[in-house]
């Protein structure tokens, strides 16, 4: 666990981000949940958006542990296999009244294009921030401004020269865009948050997310360090070798 931590620790030092990065682990069994962690339907008596759990986590600084009577998420329980909607046209139905369709044929593709776990392939997931992680994580998820997310594009292109290819919806983005489809892919991803990750999960307007597959964490740490040392960082080293222009143009000389 010593080496989640003290990587935790790297990515606070050199991209300085406003929230704690997070571990986040898909658990096979409810008791893979550390004892320590909070539970939204036990502990707080409510059932929340998953995007809500990661908020608690990158925020407070708490283990979260969720499980599908945690869920109170239409999208997350059917994305994550946890809830089989009544019908074909359901979720196309639900995706048409919050007001992301025109149609039930529109509603149709959005729904068959959500990143998606199979059902029962995982019982539930867990956060938990990486500089005291109480959880092997199987991806890294920090959020950030444009500027430090452009910093971890830097490290995970470092190596191989490739980019990060990312598609965006601005729904559900957190969730589904951003660990499920790292998951499935293993691939690093930049995650534009959604509608929903900005009304319940109160993600702030300069905010954007990056997903990073575990395995990888190391490489991208690496690279960072390499761009950190050589004066490519965060904060941007800003240019401030040239003389200002005093206001109205008025010359130095006629000052002195």
């Not at 994305?79 to 007001?99: D, I, S, T």
Request: glycine residues 8%.
């Amino acid at each position: 666990m010593d080496k989640w931590i003290e990587k935790g620790k790297m990515l606070n030092d050199m991209l300085r981000p406003h929230t704690f990065p997070l571990a986040v682990k898909l658990i096979k069994d409810a008791e893979e949940i550390p004892e320590s962690a909070i539970r939204p339907f036990r502990d707080l008596k409510i059932k929340v958006a998953l995007c809500q759990g990661i908020t608690m986590s990158r925020r407070y600084g708490w283990t979260v542990g969720m499980v599908p009577e945690d869920v109170g998420c239409a999208i997350a329980l059917a994305a994550y296999g946890w809830r089989r909607p009544k019908e074909e046209k359901a979720m196309a139905n639900f995706l048409v009244r919050m007001g992301y369709a025109a149609d039930s044929k529109a509603g149709m593709t959005i729904a068959s294009e959500i990143n998606k776990f199979e059902e029962g392939e995982y019982a539930g997931i867990v956060f938990s921030p990486l500089a005291w992680t109480k959880i092997v994580p199987d991806l890294v998820m920090v959020y950030g401004n444009p500027a430090q997310i452009m910093r971890l594009i830097h490290a995970c292109t470092y190596h191989s020269g490739n980019s990060v290819n990312c598609s965006f919806s601005g729904r559900a983005a957190s969730c589904t865009e951003g660990i499920i489809r790292t998951r499935l892919t293993r691939e690093p991803k930049v995650v534009v948050p959604g509608n929903g990750d900005r009304v319940w999960a109160m993600t702030q307007d300069d905010e954007m997310a990056f997903t990073i597959p575990s395995e990888k964490l190391e490489s991208v740490i690496g690279a960072l360090k390499v761009g950190h040392e050589e004066g490519i960082r965060y904060p941007i080293p800003v240019c401030q070798r040239f003389r200002p222009e005093v206001t109205l143009g008025i010359p130095l000389d006629e000052i002195f």
